[in-house]
């Protein structure tokens, strides 16, 4: 039997987002993660980037309770196509692209990172870089072949069609710590007391690894066994109590985590307040010396106040838009070549070269680099890291969400500021948000973000990937833009009602 992966992605709701395909696990079945791998692969064939049969495609996942049978799903598509299949476990995502991205193949990441547990995804890497929305056509335009008897009337693997999993390849993960152990100096940590959030983050130990091999005194703290969705973006509020907590009972330089596949970081002070990532980022490429700046236009503007930087590109929510961004940076002849987002993922475009040693791109979400580069930073300048924040122009941006927001709700919300004309979307936001004035802006280059005469900033989007609509937000305090959050949530929690 044939299937269209178009078809599929309506039938089944399991669509692409800024961050691959996502869904429910019950909607993403072995049929469908077979599916979608062969057509992305089929797409690679089309495109020219994928020739050789027997190339490696490489497969790996999270720690959520559905990953293991997907991964086995992508990994028998891969094998029917007439390419190796290389299990590469449960390793971070930047892990396994770094691995693809050195070696030339394709990897398939199977995570839904941050979102709850009854729900998964696929985020599919090219031979040559992350997919970007220009690969996306291509992709769900693919027919595909679904070998007869392969899949039972459930759609999982019929009894006796073993999927092709294979032992576990620890290269890519090896290479992945020798990356920080091999670039940055031995034990330039030194004496710093580290606290790592392991929770469920699939690179909980790595983390560890790294820092430690660095020179840190590292404690693991919160490690569990159940899949916690820690979103690194919308802090959940048991988890700024819990790190409030730990820097509190204990003497830590810093803590971090990071999200569930490990590519978004989690960095907090010493005194347990978690930096906002896109604050993080500014401080990063700071660090890194950067020339170009790529970041979604939710981000702090605080990275055009600081002056820092030679250019900074804004761009839509998500990494690929990013990564577009960094490759048009990169065609110009810029020298360092970075970006970020408001989740923490830090993107490198241009390998570094410090004393001899180089560390190589790895243009997707990275959660280490930027650790141990606001680390290195604040030991640098003889500052803690909540002294190091207070160096940046006083912009504090914060973000929250409305979940179980339908895409039809969201989308109608979206609509009320987009009638065509602009004198009523101002009013209809000014009345809407009462407080904070007139209406001086409307950016839709991602969602509605308004800019009111006071300066503050209410950027409205719906989700890529999830039925959820956040809502970020910019103000000159951090109280004042907590207690705009809070108002600008009330306002979208009523309107999408």
Request: hydrophobic share 40%; charged share 20%.
């Given at each position: 039997?044939?299937?269209?992966?178009?078809?599929?992605?309506?039938?089944?709701?399991?669509?692409?987002?800024?961050?691959?395909?996502?869904?429910?696990?019950?909607?993403?079945?072995?049929?469908?993660?077979?599916?979608?791998?062969?057509?992305?692969?089929?797409?690679?064939?089309?495109?020219?980037?994928?020739?050789?049969?027997?190339?490696?495609?490489?497969?790996?996942?999270?720690?959520?309770?559905?990953?293991?049978?997907?991964?086995?799903?992508?990994?028998?598509?891969?094998?029917?196509?007439?390419?190796?299949?290389?299990?590469?476990?449960?390793?971070?995502?930047?892990?396994?692209?770094?691995?693809?991205?050195?070696?030339?193949?394709?990897?398939?990441?199977?995570?839904?990172?941050?979102?709850?547990?009854?729900?998964?995804?696929?985020?599919?890497?090219?031979?040559?870089?992350?997919?970007?929305?220009?690969?996306?056509?291509?992709?769900?335009?693919?027919?595909?072949?679904?070998?007869?008897?392969?899949?039972?009337?459930?759609?999982?693997?019929?009894?006796?069609?073993?999927?092709?999993?294979?032992?576990?390849?620890?290269?890519?993960?090896?290479?992945?710590?020798?990356?920080?152990?091999?670039?940055?100096?031995?034990?330039?940590?030194?004496?710093?007391?580290?606290?790592?959030?392991?929770?469920?983050?699939?690179?909980?130990?790595?983390?560890?690894?790294?820092?430690?091999?660095?020179?840190?005194?590292?404690?693991?703290?919160?490690?569990?066994?159940?899949?916690?969705?820690?979103?690194?973006?919308?802090?959940?509020?048991?988890?700024?109590?819990?790190?409030?907590?730990?820097?509190?009972?204990?003497?830590?330089?810093?803590?971090?985590?990071?999200?569930?596949?490990?590519?978004?970081?989690?960095?907090?002070?010493?005194?347990?307040?978690?930096?906002?990532?896109?604050?993080?980022?500014?401080?990063?490429?700071?660090?890194?010396?950067?020339?170009?700046?790529?970041?979604?236009?939710?981000?702090?503007?605080?990275?055009?106040?600081?002056?820092?930087?030679?250019?900074?590109?804004?761009?839509?929510?998500?990494?690929?838009?990013?990564?577009?961004?960094?490759?048009?940076?990169?065609?110009?002849?810029?020298?360092?070549?970075?970006?970020?987002?408001?989740?923490?993922?830090?993107?490198?475009?241009?390998?570094?070269?410090?004393?001899?040693?180089?560390?190589?791109?790895?243009?997707?979400?990275?959660?280490?680099?930027?650790?141990?580069?606001?680390?290195?930073?604040?030991?640098?300048?003889?500052?803690?890291?909540?002294?190091?924040?207070?160096?940046?122009?006083?912009?504090?941006?914060?973000?929250?969400?409305?979940?179980?927001?339908?895409?039809?709700?969201?989308?109608?919300?979206l609509a009320r500021y987009d009638t065509g004309e602009d004198a009523a979307?101002?009013?209809?936001?000014?009345?809407?948000?009462?407080?904070?004035?007139?209406?001086?802006?409307?950016?839709?280059?991602?969602?509605?973000?308004?800019?009111?005469?006071?300066?503050?900033?209410?950027?409205?989007?719906?989700?890529?990937?999830?039925?959820?609509?956040?809502?970020?937000?910019?103000?000159?305090?951090?109280?004042?833009?907590?207690?705009?959050?809070?108002?600008?949530?009330?306002?979208?929690?009523?309107?999408?009602?």
């Amino acid at each position: 039997m044939t299937a269209a992966i178009q078809e599929l992605m309506q039938q089944t709701g399991v669509r692409f987002g800024t961050s691959g395909a996502r869904g429910l696990a019950t909607q993403l079945t072995d049929l469908v993660a077979y599916a979608y791998t062969r057509g992305f692969l089929q797409y690679l064939e089309h495109c020219g980037e994928l020739t050789v049969p027997g190339t490696p495609v490489a497969v790996a996942g999270d720690l959520r309770p559905s990953t293991g049978r997907i991964m086995a799903a992508a990994l028998r598509a891969a094998a029917d196509l007439g390419y190796q299949p290389v299990n590469c476990g449960r390793i971070p995502s930047p892990a396994l692209a770094l691995a693809g991205f050195a070696g030339g193949f394709p990897t398939v990441m199977v995570t839904g990172s941050h979102i709850p547990a009854d729900r998964n995804g696929i985020k599919f890497n090219k031979c040559s870089g992350e997919v970007l929305k220009s690969d996306e056509a291509g992709i769900c335009g693919q027919q595909v072949l679904i070998p007869e008897g392969l899949f039972d009337a459930a759609v999982h693997f019929a009894p006796g069609a073993a999927p092709v999993v294979g032992p576990e390849d620890t290269t890519a993960v090896q290479r992945y710590v020798a990356r920080y152990l091999e670039f940055f100096p031995a034990s330039c940590l030194h004496g710093l007391r580290l606290g790592v959030y392991q929770h469920s983050a699939v690179g909980r130990d790595v983390l560890v690894k790294i820092l430690r091999g660095l020179g840190a005194e590292v404690t693991p703290l919160g490690r569990s066994d159940t899949f916690i969705p820690v979103d690194t973006e919308a802090i959940r509020p048991e988890d700024v109590a819990l790190a409030r907590q730990w820097a509190a009972t204990q003497p830590f330089d810093a803590l971090v985590s990071a999200d569930g596949d490990s590519d978004r970081p989690l960095i907090s002070d010493e005194r347990g307040e978690w930096i906002r990532g896109d604050v993080a980022g500014i401080l990063c490429a700071r660090f890194l010396g950067a020339d170009s700046v790529s970041t979604p236009v939710s981000c702090n503007s605080a990275v055009e106040l600081c002056g820092w930087f030679q250019e900074v590109k804004r761009t839509k929510i998500g990494s690929p838009f990013v990564v577009s961004s960094l490759l048009d940076a990169a065609r110009r002849g810029l020298n360092c070549v970075v970006g970020y987002e408001a989740n923490g993922g830090f993107l490198l475009n241009s390998p570094l070269h410090r004393d001899g040693r180089t560390l190589r791109a790895l243009p997707t979400r990275d959660a280490v680099l930027p650790m141990i580069s606001l680390l290195l930073l604040a030991r640098a300048e003889g500052r803690t890291l909540s002294q190091l924040v207070s160096t940046l122009p006083t912009r504090f941006t914060a973000s929250g969400l409305v979940k179980e927001c339908p895409v039809e709700k969201s989308q109608a919300l979206l609509a009320r500021y987009d009638t065509g004309e602009d004198a009523a979307d101002r009013t209809a936001l000014a009345a809407d948000f009462t407080g904070l004035g007139p209406v001086t802006d409307i950016d839709r280059t991602d969602g509605v973000r308004v800019t009111f005469a006071n300066g503050e900033v209410v950027h409205l989007r719906p989700s890529g990937n999830a039925p959820e609509f956040r809502c970020y937000n910019e103000a000159g305090s951090e109280a004042r833009v907590h207690e705009l959050g809070a108002a600008a949530l009330a306002v979208v929690t009523r309107l999408a009602r």
